[in-house]
């Protein structure tokens, strides 16, 4: 499959086309006034919970609150193998995201808490954005889970021998309780180095966001997502 990137930027707004053996497959649209704000890190303050729905809404500063359900407060079952979602980089349901009991929504979360969340899909109308407590960070061959437990590799990596060869790069330099990692498809035939170089960085892009969460007043934003251009380069460009 020929896969093209066709970007047209202007001070108005850049378009991104995605073409797939000379088919557009995905046309994406960037405006300053109109910032994006899936992939953004808020400091968020608890509005209200609603048990009858197992969800909070919180306040992340725009206006709408946003929708937090329980689903998205505590970490997915592990899982060694993840469906990579190739939009943002990140794994369809975390690591592993299988069916499982959901404790009750007031076990969790308190209205006045404050709690970091990430949005992971847009305001629409009247309804505010929806947000995870589960933080993930995306690189261009991993993915950093803060709260995971487990490394994942794309399903997409149809080898065995390689996907173990990335898992146990990856498991030996990542140490104890630092959280988890999904080794995203692009990382086949990566070398240790730029594996060990990425997660590096990812882990000390997250101690700068947790260092900025502690001296910011809630609701405020504390991680912007890359712009549109960046994060399909970072995504798609291979």
């Known amino acids: 499959m020929k896969r093209e990137i066709l970007i047209s930027g202007g001070p108005r707004e850049t378009r991104v086309a995605i073409l797939e053996d000379d088919r557009l497959v995905d046309l994406r649209v960037d405006r300053p006034d109109v910032r994006r704000l899936v ?11 609603l048990p009858g729905i ?3 809404f919180v306040d992340i500063g725009l206006g709408k609150s946003a929708f937090l359900h329980a689903s998205d407060l505590i970490e997915p079952e592990d899982d060694e193998e993840v469906e990579e979602d190739e939009g943002n980089g990140r794994s369809r349901g975390g690591v592993g995201g299988g069916p499982r009991k959901l404790p009750n929504i007031q ?9 970091l969340v990430q949005a992971t899909k847009e305001a629409i109308g009247t309804k505010g954005p929806r947000v995870t407590a589960q933080i993930s960070l995306a690189g261009r061959y991993l993915v950093y889970l803060p709260f995971a437990s487990r490394v994942g590799v794309s ?21 104890k309780d630092s959280g988890g990692v999904i080794i995203r498809t692009v990382a086949e035939g990566a070398t240790e180095e730029q594996l060990k170089r990425e997660l590096k960085s990812l882990l000390g892009l997250w101690k700068k966001i947790k260092r900025k969460a502690t001296f910011v007043r809630a609701p405020a934003l504390v991680q912007r997502e890359a712009s549109l251009t960046s994060g399909i380069i970072r995504d798609l460009f291979s």
């Open 107 to 115: 076990d969790l979360v308190k209205r006045g808490e404050t709690i």
């Open 155 to 175: 399903r997409k990596i149809e080898s065995r021998e390689e996907r173990t060869r990335l898992r146990q790069i990856v498991a030996q330099h990542l140490t």
């Open 54 to 56: 197992q969800a909070a």
């Open 39 to 49: 992939g953004n890190i808020y400091r968020g303050k608890v509005d209200a919970v």
